[in-house]
T-cell receptor
Framework: DGGITQSPKYLFRKEGQNVTLSCEQN?????MYWYRQDPGQGLRLIYY???????QKGDIAEGYSVSREKKESFPLTVTSAQKNPTAFYLC????????????FGDGTRLSIL | GNSVTQMEGPVTLSEEAFLTINCTYT??????LFWYVQYPGEGLQLLLK?????DKGSNKGFEATYRKETTSFHLEKGSVQVSDSAVYFC?????????????FGTGTKLQVIP
């Protein structure tokens, strides 16, 4: 079955450390997205990518970076500049057209040690 | 800008009760509208969608009708089950800056008790 795989499920970050969250999809979708979910705040867009080697900042990109070297992969790095990284991170993909829904992975929960 | 407003939760219902979760939106033009469901510790799953006015999306006993005149997309189910306990998100999709931006509501937690 096609889907989106996020890893790891749980991740811990030390002060001053960068960590990378993995997101892989086998749905042959062009567009991929990273969201941050905090309690009571819904989902906020961090970065998105519509095609390989291209990505754009979302609403809360500061302290994060991404790459899109392959269609299937869209890793997110949470840098030490992100001062409040504790959250649930969700990766999604879609065909990119407006009426097409986004498909989500099961998320990575990041906590600070 | 675009926005989605959902009713505050949590919503607690007895099994077999009728469910309504209100959702209203603000957007220019004709957005596509979605309901997603999130079970504990998981990502969001598409529940249903509607792409134009008066469309009715339905799935697993849930329904929602795209009402352009009231800018609403309320979620309903005639008889809820314990397994329906989850967080429900209303969302809209509109072209913004060359891509399809999705705006989510803050989610409504549903708890169904036996």
């Amino acid at each position: 079955d096609g889907g989106i795989t996020q890893s790891p499920k749980y991740l811990f970050r030390k002060e001053g450390q960068n960590v990378t969250l993995s997101c892989e999809q086998n749905l042959n979708h062009d567009a991929m997205y990273w969201y941050r979910q905090d309690p009571g705040q819904g989902l906020r867009l961090i970065y998105y990518s519509q095609i390989v080697n291209d990505f754009q900042k979302g609403d809360i990109a500061e302290g994060y970076s991404v790459s899109r070297e392959k269609k299937e992969s869209f890793p997110l790095t949470v840098t030490s500049a992100q001062k409040n990284p504790t959250a649930f991170y969700l990766c999604a993909s879609s065909k990119g057209e407006g009426s097409q829904p986004q498909h989500f992975g099961d998320g990575t929960r990041l906590s600070i040690l | 800008g675009n926005s989605v407003t959902q009713m505050e939760g949590p919503v607690t219902l007895s099994e077999e009760a009728f469910l309504t979760i209100n959702c209203t939106y603000t957007a220019t033009g004709y957005p596509s509208l979605f309901w997603y469901v999130q079970y504990p510790g998981e990502g969001l799953q598409l529940l249903l969608k509607a792409t134009k006015a008066d469309d009715k999306g339905s799935n697993k006993g849930f329904e929602a009708t795209y009402r352009k005149e009231t800018t609403s997309f309320h979620l309903e189910k005639g008889s809820v089950q314990v397994s329906d306990s989850a967080v429900y998100f209303c969302a809209l999709s509109r072209p913004t800056g060359g891509y399809q931006k999705v705006t989510f509501g803050t989610g409504t937690k549903l708890q169904v008790i036996p």
